[in-house]
């Protein structure tokens, strides 16, 4: 019976670190992290990124590993900003989804292991989300527009929705360059030192155009309808 709690409990302790982050996560830099969810103690290559004195645990000679993952993951922001909820067309419940695409998502390792003494030099991405893209836009920038069906309802208008044209595109990748030296004290204890160059790109680029109010039926571009409002008050002038 104690062994059997004893194994429930580890196996919800497992679990539980397992789902805290998925897969997709800073900390996959080998493909053998999907099989095992940890690499901390590994005596493989991939200890080159993870545990570099574990490198004196590997046959003398030279050693080399390219590994590939192809990442994908879909992201939705919500809003329950009220404009947005409720005068938007086509109308999206306040959703804002996204295709996050990673096709390359590399790791190179090389070890050449000599008695006591192992020099290592990796590279992979150690940080980042990849390429986010958002056929919708995002809703902070759309709340600008949102407001301006109630703004100019405000003022004696007769608006009812409104519409635009919205995209987002953004990208984020930190680029690791890794060398190690790592010594092996004894059968039991091993130790390394090592340092690391990283290099980071982030690009963004959207848009938000085309956009429309819809005004006592009729589906008007925004600039026509303030050049037509400004021309009455001066006509009024």
Do not use: C
Not at 79 to 99: H, I
């Amino acid at each position: 019976m104690k062994r059997s709690i004893t194994t429930a409990v580890a196996v919800l302790l497992m679990a539980g670190s397992i789902f805290a982050g998925g897969i997709v996560t800073n900390t996959n830099q080998s493909a053998m992290y999907t099989r095992l969810g940890n690499r901390a103690a590994t005596v493989g290559i991939d200890a080159v990124y993870y545990n570099p004195a574990g490198l004196t645990k590997l046959d003398n000679g030279l050693h080399f590993s390219i590994n590939n993952q192809t990442l994908g993951q879909t992201r939705t922001i919500t809003t329950n900003y009220n404009p947005v909820l409720t005068q938007r067309d086509p109308a999206n419940q306040g959703e804002f989804l996204g295709e996050v695409s990673a096709p390359l998502y590399p790791g190179i390792y090389g070890v050449f292991k000599t008695g006591k003494w192992a020099f290592s030099a990796g590279f992979n991405p150690v940080g980042g989300g990849g390429s986010a893209i958002y056929n919708s836009g995002l809703p902070s920038f759309e709340y600008p527009v949102s407001d301006l069906p109630n703004a100019l309802n405000a003022a004696g208008g007769n608006v009812s929705a409104y519409r635009l044209d919205a995209y987002f595109d953004g990208s984020s990748t930190f680029f690791g360059y890794q060398a190690n030296v790592s010594y092996e004290i004894n059968d039991m204890i091993s130790v390394a030192l090592g340092g690391r160059y990283v290099t980071a790109k982030e690009t963004y680029k959207g848009h938000l155009k085309d956009i429309q109010i819809n005004v006592g039926g009729t589906w008007t571009p925004v600039p026509e309808h303030f050049s037509a409002l400004a021309t009455q008050a001066s006509g009024a002038a």
